[in-house]
T-cell receptor, first 114, second 113 residues
Framework: AQSVTQLDSQVPVFEEAPVELRCNYS??????LFWYVQYPNQGLQLLLKYLSGSTLVKGINGFEAEFNKSQTSFHLRKPSVHISDTAEYFC????????????FGAGTRLAVHP | DTAVSQTPKYLVTQMGNDKSIKCEQN?????MYWYKQDSKKFLKIMFS???????INETVPNRFSPKSPDKAHLNLHINSLELGDSAVYFC????????????FGSGTRLTVV
């Protein structure tokens, strides 16, 4: 079975500062990895995904994530955040043999302050 | 046009009632899902259908019954509602049983009083 740990429940940051949201996963099989963003009172939107190949994945809104197999991590980064990036961010994992079932982490609340 | 639409957006009901949530997707996807998001924002899969066939059925009370009349629709019926059923329920779809990532609906906030 897979599990996902998001190490920070809340991350406060000032506008235009860099940010890293941490995600570690546990699985006995190879996995696919995802980051989703949820704005207030909305559904989840896919930011980026890692399926195979290059371990550095670029997504929408200037976000990127790096897959590190040895550390079982998939941290999300942005070099300069905006107020509009304030949202809940979810890391998720899906195993390669399954029915595309996503296992989500508990979420990290990113709060960008002016 | 909304890709994955859920109705209603808000649902307030009394304990013991039966209610349904409807979901429709116009993306041509083969697979649809129901997820429950609790008050702490934790998301957990409940059910998944692929081309009208149930493929994922997590440990969910049998008061919850999904129905997929066709591959564009997945409804969720809940019998004998309990206070603990209060949550946001999300419908999602994907192009099949491959890891393309989901498209989520905007959610249905269910409040049981």
């Amino acid at each position: 079975a897979q599990s996902v740990t998001q190490l920070d429940s809340q991350v406060p940051v000032f506008e235009e500062a860099p940010v890293e949201l941490r995600c570690n996963y546990s699985s006995s099989v190879s996995v696919y990895l995802f980051w989703y963003v949820q704005y207030p009172n909305q559904g989840l939107q896919l930011l980026l995904k890692y399926l195979s190949g290059s371990t550095l994945v670029k997504g929408i809104n200037g976000f990127e994530a790096e897959f590190n197999k040895s550390q079982t991590s998939f941290h999300l980064r942005k070099p300069s955040v905006h107020i509009s990036d304030t949202a809940e961010y979810f890391c998720a994992v899906s195993d390669m043999g399954g029915y595309n079932k996503l296992i989500f982490g508990a979420g990290t609340r990113l709060a960008v302050h002016p | 046009d909304t890709a994955v639409s859920q109705t209603p957006k808000y649902l307030v009901t009394q304990m013991g009632n039966d209610k349904s949530i409807k979901c429709e997707q116009n993306l041509g996807h083969d697979t649809m899902y129901w997820y429950k998001q609790d008050s702490k924002k934790f998301l957990k899969i409940m059910f998944s259908y692929n081309n009208k066939e149930l493929i994922i059925n997590e440990t969910v009370p049998n008061r919850f019954s999904p129905k997929s009349p066709d591959k564009a629709h997945l409804n969720l019926h809940i019998n004998s509602l309990e206070l603990g059923d209060s949550a946001v329920y999300f419908c999602a779809s994907s192009p099949g049983q491959r890891p393309y990532g989901y498209t989520f609906g905007s959610g249905t906030r269910l409040t049981v009083v």
